[in-house]
T-cell receptor
């Protein structure tokens, strides 16, 4: 079992829908990252969080440390949100290193 | 700021050839790392560095060497390329590792024939 599991692996939505991507991890962590990989391959950081909730525009990230679970929500989805969304964790025993989930491929149709 | 730059963007090698993937950042970040991305798998850490002169192995270090002579540069060397090293390689940097925002380079797509 991977340390970081994402679900679903693939997600297709219609424009305007509310989207949720989930990330579960099996180790104690000090930080969790959500990243976005564009169709062209570039990777950008969306959020880094260690507790609670963060919001940026239409994106919201939450984390429940006790349940070892994080969610990324996209409100009013748009075709330009189509990308791979990647969860990564810094565990308490890995020093500076990150462990990555396999990613969730999101396609938003007009 | 240019951020994190990587060269080349694409490379084709024959089995047994060696090459160096270049990575540079202009944000004065202490932490730099190299990852490979393969279909169906998450990004996997090859090598990382917490500062100039300090490097360490990640999850999949075999067949790769790194050095960190300056804060800005972190080259990745393939010693004798193998088809199993066909992958997309990403360099990343941040202030001190996993608890800070990560900045990624654009990636290098490497094919070994």
């Amino acid at each position: 079992k991977n340390e970081v599991e994402q679900s679903p692996q693939n997600l297709t939505a219609q424009e305007g829908e509310f989207i949720t991507i989930n990330c579960s991890y099996s180790v104690g962590i000090s930080a969790l990252h959500w990243l976005q990989q564009h169709p062209g391959g570039g990777i950008v950081s969306l959020f880094m969080l260690s507790s609670g909730k963060k919001k940026h525009g239409r994106l919201i990230a939450t984390i429940n440390i006790q349940e070892k679970h994080s969610s990324l929500h996209i409100t009013a989805s748009h075709p330009r949100d189509s990308a791979v969304y990647i969860c990564a964790v810094r565990s308490g025993t890995s020093g500076s290193r990150l462990t990555f989930g396999e990613g969730t491929q999101l396609t938003v149709n007009p | 700021n240019a951020g994190v730059t990587q060269t080349p963007k694409f490379q084709v090698l024959k089995t047994g050839q060696s090459m160096t993937l270049q990575c540079a950042q202009d944000m004065n970040h202490e932490y730099m790392s190299w990852y490979r991305q393969d279909p169906g798998m998450g990004l996997r850490l090859i090598h990382y560095s917490v500062g100039a002169g300090i490097t360490d192995q990640g999850e999949v270090p075999n067949g790769y060497n790194v050095s960190r002579s300056t804060t800005e540069d972190f080259p990745l060397r393939l010693l004798s390329a193998a088809p199993s090293q066909t992958s997309v390689y990403f360099c990343a940097s941040s202030w001190t590792g996993g608890s800070y925002e990560q900045y990624f380079g654009p990636g290098t797509r490497l094919t070994v024939t």
